[in-house]
């Protein structure tokens, strides 16, 4: 087993002047009456396995240098005996986590010449180590701790039973000797908290599907209506069915085509022409009157076309985008500037409000 390094709140300073539940009530925003039961449940269970927590005398300090300590101890073979160490120190016995004279001795004592502990300690030699660990720890998805990874394949995530444990290392060693007799396959793999880690989803996965889920949320809200229902306004001011999903993909086609510097589907392919509403081409209906509101007639096949050419259009801009492409600015009129990212989520989270009341008005007629 390899420990690695990661940090629940990097953002921790060095040394907080106060406790624990101080700083959570503080910082966090919880309140501190929650936090003093969340302590009392985590000590009545840390009590359970013979260990005496006491967060009144738990010293609040950022864990960075601990992390280098550590990466110092594995290249002796003494991590195990330094991370325990710690753990007990820090939950148990009031220890400065930050401080390094601590940290030394917590080193001495596990077996680290004491001279190279301060040195490596002072001059930061393992920082970039840490902060390797944490980011691959980002990458695979890791939000919190316990996190155990198996074969770079299977994660585990929180404190779970033996069962769940018992089930992926069967899984993955099934997996690597597949041929061995008496080898029980894991049919219950897909239903632990463990997911795959080496196929990790991309940014560009992750958009393709929530578009996805919008167009197929569209499709059905007008699918096999007549033109009359999809015009139905359940109130004067309302917005129909036929209004809310053309909106939802004039926003979609305008925002992305702007951002990507392509044209519009709505007016390349003819759309302006055939939807004939007399409004400008970048219109997306924002701002609009009610009697505006009502102009928007259209038949479900002429709306679905248009769902579907947005759609191609979009999964073509946002494949392969990645997380450094998300970060390009791509309007400086806001403060601060909207990039890529925000301006695609802005979109996802338009077309979902605008799908989710079709769909409620399309539940009403039927």
């Not at 929650?34 to 449940?41: A, W």
């Amino acid at each position: 087993m390899t420990r690695h390094s990661y940090q629940l709140d990097p953002t921790l300073p060095e040394h907080y002047d106060g406790t624990e539940i101080e700083y959570l009530a503080t910082r966090k925003g919880m309140p501190q009456e929650q936090v003093r039961q969340m302590f009392g449940h985590v000590t009545e269970q840390a009590a359970g396995e013979g260990l005496a927590y006491d967060f009144d005398t738990l010293v609040v300090a950022n864990s960075a240098r601990a992390h280098e300590l550590l990466h110092s101890a594995k290249e002796r073979g003494l991590a195990d005996a330094v991370k325990e160490a710690l753990l007990s120190g820090h939950f148990e016995h009031g220890m400065d986590i930050g401080d390094l004279d601590q940290l030394v001795r917590v080193g001495v004592d596990a077996g680290l010449d004491e001279g190279e502990v301060r040195a490596a300690l002072d001059d930061g030699r393992y920082k970039a180590a840490v902060a390797s660990d944490i980011d691959m720890a980002r990458q695979i998805g890791v939000t919190g701790v316990p996190f155990v990874v198996v074969d770079m394949k299977y994660a585990v995530s929180g404190a779970q039973p033996p069962e769940v444990f018992r089930e992926v290392l069967d899984k993955a060693l099934a997996e690597q000797a597949p041929a061995l007799p008496g080898r029980r396959r894991c049919a219950g793999c897909r239903r632990l908290r463990a997911r795959r880690v080496r196929d990790l989803m991309t940014p560009s996965e992750l958009l393709i599907d929530s578009f996805e889920r919008v167009r197929e949320g569209a499709l059905a809200a007008i699918d096999g209506l007549s033109e009359e229902q999809l015009a139905h306004r359940v109130a004067p001011d309302a917005n129909s069915i036929a209004r809310l999903v053309w909106h939802a993909y004039r926003v979609q086609d305008e925002h992305l085509a702007d951002a990507a510097g392509l044209q519009q589907v709505w007016a390349a392919r003819g759309f302006i022409e055939h939807f004939d509403l007399d409004i400008d081409e970048d219109d997306t209906g924002y701002g609009h009157t009610s009697a505006q509101v009502g102009k928007v007639r259209a038949p479900a096949e002429l709306l679905a076309r248009y769902v579907e050419a947005v759609h191609k259009q979009t999964l073509a801009r946002v494949g392969g985008l990645s997380a450094e492409d998300l970060d390009r600015v791509v309007d400086t009129s806001w403060d601060p500037p909207v990039t890529l990212g925000v301006r695609i989520v802005s979109v996802i989270n338009d077309d979902t409000q605008h799908i989710g009341r079709a769909a409620y008005v399309r539940g009403l007629l039927d």
